[in-house]
């Protein structure tokens, strides 16, 4: 398999849950990022990870955890959400070095949110 | 700190018609720029980048962009449209340095194709 890997594509939850989403790349990358889409609004950049080192937490609610056991998964857990954390959650990956790559990042599919 | 605006949220061209998606970006060190599109309920997918190398850059699907520094532009254009050319379309900048590199994506142009 090849590419940005997420799963679930869709997800429905309560306020009251716990979930997780799981983000799996299989390009040799070593940073990792988490986007959040929602309708009518920019692409927002919640989490970036270095060789499994968060550098980026863009005030991120706290109900929103993640975690990146190395640099090939990425994880985004989720706990007492809101009905407006409802959106796309994407995951992307790309390179560090400038010698290695021009800064692309290359996307997963997203996990598709629905909080009730 | 850089920025795109990307005009019109919205745009609509006929089938066979050329499509101009409009990008502008403001950044004070030399930009990688990048045009990206999305179908619906999909991920983002590269189409095309600008990294310094020649200002006309083609990409992919027969879509192309002239990167214009005196008018600090980036459109993207493709000469006949298509009916599956019909999706989001994501302009974007970064430089480049140590770290991580990050993108900082424009609102988004949603192109619809008329038969």
């Known amino acids: 398999e090849t590419g940005v890997t997420q799963t679930p594509r869709h997800l429905v939850m309560g306020m009251t849950n716990k979930k997780s989403l799981k983000c799996e790349q299989h390009l040799g990358h070593n940073a990792m990022y988490w986007y959040k889409q929602s309708a009518k609004k920019p692409l927002e950049l919640m989490f970036v990870y270095n060789f499994k080192e968060q550098t980026e937490n863009n005030s991120v609610p706290s109900r929103f955890s993640p975690e990146c056991p190395n640099s090939s998964h990425l994880f985004l857990h989720l706990h007492t959400l809101q009905p407006e954390d409802s959106a796309l959650y994407l995951c992307?990956?790309?390179?560090?070095?400038?010698?290695?790559?021009?800064?692309?990042?290359?996307f997963g599919e997203g996990s598709r949110l629905t909080v009730l | 700190a850089q920025s795109v605006t990307q005009l019109g949220s919205h745009v609509s061209v006929s089938e066979g018609a050329l499509v101009l998606l409009r990008c502008n970006y403001s950044s004070s060190v030399p930009p990688y720029l990048f045009w990206y599109v999305q179908y619906p309920n999909q991920g983002l997918q590269l189409l095309l980048k600008?990294?310094?190398?020649?200002?006309l850059v083609k990409g992919i699907n027969g879509f192309e962009a002239e990167f214009k520094k005196s008018e600090t532009s980036f459109h993207l254009t493709k000469p006949s449209a298509h009916m599956s050319d019909a999706a989001e379309y994501f302009c974007a900048v970064t430089v480049s340095g140590a770290g991580s590199y990050q993108l900082t994506f424009g609102k988004g142009t949603k192109l619809s194709v008329i038969p």
């Open positions: 600008y990294t310094s190398a020649a200002t």
């Open positions: 992307a990956s790309s390179h560090l070095s400038p010698l290695a790559g021009t800064g692309e990042l290359f």
